[in-house]
């Protein structure tokens, strides 16, 4: 069972998300928070696997919040996904940065919460369908000189290249299409070159691609 942490100042948007995640057999909302001082204490208490976090909220905004989660060893099971109105918000960059394992836009899908919900459990990054090309070319262009490469020194020449290709916003199938391999054999690269680099997830990964100078604007292939 998945558990999910709501952290929304909002109460109406709160119970939409509730009633759509307990209708699933795989998901229940163990605790809601309508600040960030309330996210944190319940995500000490409670220890959820996912917290859908707004980005704005009272006391304590969502991405001071989020730092505080990831900066966090004891807490390092627990992946934050961050809710934004706009698909663009200036704090998604620093938020990802930040450990976020990516963000939603408020009005997406049911499916895509879905979705998202399972699969930042499973160690990806999430970002609404549409959006992921245009948000890592507008965090290419607001990053700064790439660092040096040498955290890139353990890794394989093919480990490298996975990484530039998840940098670019490409899928495990897409890798897996691109390098002629399984997708499981795309997957397993990507969690040895996470694990190599110290990332927490992929969207950790895809700031190191491009902080390093691996991959850089321009490349969106």
Do not use: C
Request: charged residues 30%; proline residues 4%; hydrophobic residues 50%.
């Amino acid at each position: 069972m998945i558990r999910v942490l709501l952290a929304d100042d909002q109460a109406l948007v709160r119970a939409g998300f509730k009633a759509l995640l307990d209708a699933q057999p795989d998901i229940e909302v163990a605790g809601e928070a309508s600040d960030g001082e309330q996210a944190l204490r319940a995500v000490r208490e409670l220890r959820p696997d996912v917290v859908l976090m707004d980005i704005r909220m009272p006391l304590l905004d969502g991405l001071a919040a989020t730092r505080r989660i990831t900066d966090a060893p004891d807490l390092e099971d627990v992946k934050v996904v961050m809710l934004t109105t706009f698909e663009l918000d200036e704090y998604v960059f620093e938020a990802i940065r930040s450990g976020a394992s990516g963000f939603l836009v408020k009005d997406t899908e049911p499916e895509e919460l879905l979705r998202a919900v399972r699969a930042v459990v499973e160690g990806d990054a999430l970002l609404s369908p549409g959006v992921t090309r245009r948000l890592i070319a507008e965090f290419a262009a607001r990053s700064k000189e790439p660092a040096a490469a040498g955290a890139l020194a353990e890794l394989t020449e093919r480990e490298r290249e996975v990484m530039a290709l998840v940098g670019i916003g490409l899928s495990n199938d897409e890798i897996a299409r691109r390098l002629v391999v399984s997708p499981l054999t795309a997957k397993t690269h990507v969690s040895r070159t996470m694990v190599k680099l110290g990332a927490r997830d992929r969207a950790q990964l895809v700031v190191l691609a491009y902080e390093s100078g691996l991959v850089r604007p321009g490349w969106l292939g």
